[in-house]
């Protein structure tokens, strides 16, 4: 099976159409019709977004076992003796595709590497309250700060979800994380007006941002109105409602959770993406809290 049928076979498994395939990719509409129309496969640097898209491996992508003689694959897999000769034997073109999917490896490699890292640096969770209400619980507390936050150590934090991108569970809505919202996040009007409790929540919210984008609720949306934003957010704004916990400690073992609700603003952008633009209206729950 070519790459591009089962890129189109996958759409069908997920009911997903080619404009959210584009949005999600930034990949245009016309070039995804193109693959089909004319049989031709996408270019090697479009593979990894769409791999991330369609929540496929580069290898389920890529590679077809039913076509492949269980000897090729043997040899492929244990001589590079054989390997090298394919490759000398190839012409131009094939040798050009083999040496971008090579490159394409090495940055799925990094990709999954980076992803695995990041995965056990955070201690995060999600269960629901008696109610039925979800709830990201965060176990560590990353930022302390006795003073007061140190905003540069988390605005370094932040820029590792950069070009990550999340799914919010309830409106299948797909967020972006975006290159400003590190600065936004940790250096806006509302982070610094933040002071003791609040301002630790919001530093450490940072942990859970993935699981608050899933469990978000409540979508709103108002119209761009800030000549300012006319690009990043050109077709508007949103706003979701989320919650999240904090551990309370007392001699050094957690006595409870401390639970927050916030606000997450998401600007519509003119690449027809939605990007997470900051967290705001962090206020402690007075009436909840979480035993450990």
């Known amino acids: 099976m070519k790459i591009y049928e089962?890129?189109?076979?996958?759409?069908?498994?997920?009911?997903?159409?080619?404009?959210?395939l584009s949005?999600?990719?930034?990949?245009?509409?016309?070039?995804?019709?193109?693959?089909?129309?004319?049989?031709?496969?996408?270019?090697?640097?479009?593979?990894v977004s769409i791999?991330?898209?369609?929540?496929?491996?580069?290898v389920d992508l890529l590679c077809d076992e039913e076509t492949v003689e269980p000897a090729a694959q043997i040899d492929c897999l244990t001589n590079e003796n054989y390997m090298i000769e394919l490759f000398r034997q190839s012409d131009?073109?094939?040798?050009?595709?083999?040496?971008?999917?090579?490159?394409?490896?090495?940055?799925?490699?990094?990709?999954?590497?980076?992803?695995?890292?990041?995965?056990?640096?955070r201690n995060v969770s999600i269960i629901q309250d008696i109610d039925g209400n979800n709830i990201v619980v965060i176990n560590d507390i990353r930022f302390k700060g006795k003073r007061s936050i140190n905003w540069r150590e988390v605005r370094a934090y932040l820029k590792e979800y950069v070009g990550d991108f999340y799914?919010?569970?309830s409106t299948g809505d797909v967020i972006y994380i975006g290159a400003d919202l590190p600065n936004e996040y940790s250096g806006s009007k509302y982070t610094h007006s933040l002071k003791g409790t609040n301002a630790k929540a919001?530093?450490?919210a940072t942990q859970g941002i993935p699981e608050m984008i899933e469990i978000a609720l409540g979508k709103y949306y108002r119209e761009n109105k800030e000549s300012k934003h006319w690009r990043n957010a050109r077709y508007g704004w949103y706003r979701y409602n989320s919650r999240f916990a904090l551990p309370v400690y007392?001699?050094?073992?957690?006595?409870?959770?401390?639970?927050?609700?916030?606000?997450?603003?998401?600007?519509?952008?003119?690449?027809?993406?939605?990007?997470?633009?900051?967290?705001?209206?962090?206020?402690?729950?007075?009436?909840?809290?979480?035993?450990?």
């Not at 193109?34 to 593979?47: F, G, L, T, Y």
């Not at 003119?270 to 705001?280: A, H």
């Open 167 to 169: 799914m919010v569970a």
């Open 51 to 58: 791999c991330r898209a369609l929540d496929m491996s580069l």
């Open 202 to 204: 919001k530093a450490n």
């Open 92 to 121: 131009a073109e094939s040798k050009r595709r083999i040496i971008s999917y090579i490159e394409l490896l090495e940055v799925c490699k990094q990709i999954n590497n980076a992803c695995q890292s990041r995965k056990r640096q």
């Open 23 to 47: 949005r999600r990719t930034g990949i245009a509409t016309s070039t995804i019709s193109d693959w089909r129309k004319k049989k031709i496969n996408p270019q090697a640097d479009k593979i």
């Open 250 to 292: 007392k001699d050094d073992e957690i006595e409870r959770y401390n639970i927050f609700h916030a606000s997450l603003i998401v600007r519509y952008s003119e690449d027809n993406r939605m990007y997470l633009y900051d967290i705001i209206d962090i206020k402690k729950e007075t009436s909840n809290s979480l035993e450990p």
């Open 6 to 20: 089962k890129i189109f076979d996958r759409l069908d498994e997920l009911h997903m159409s080619q404009m959210e």
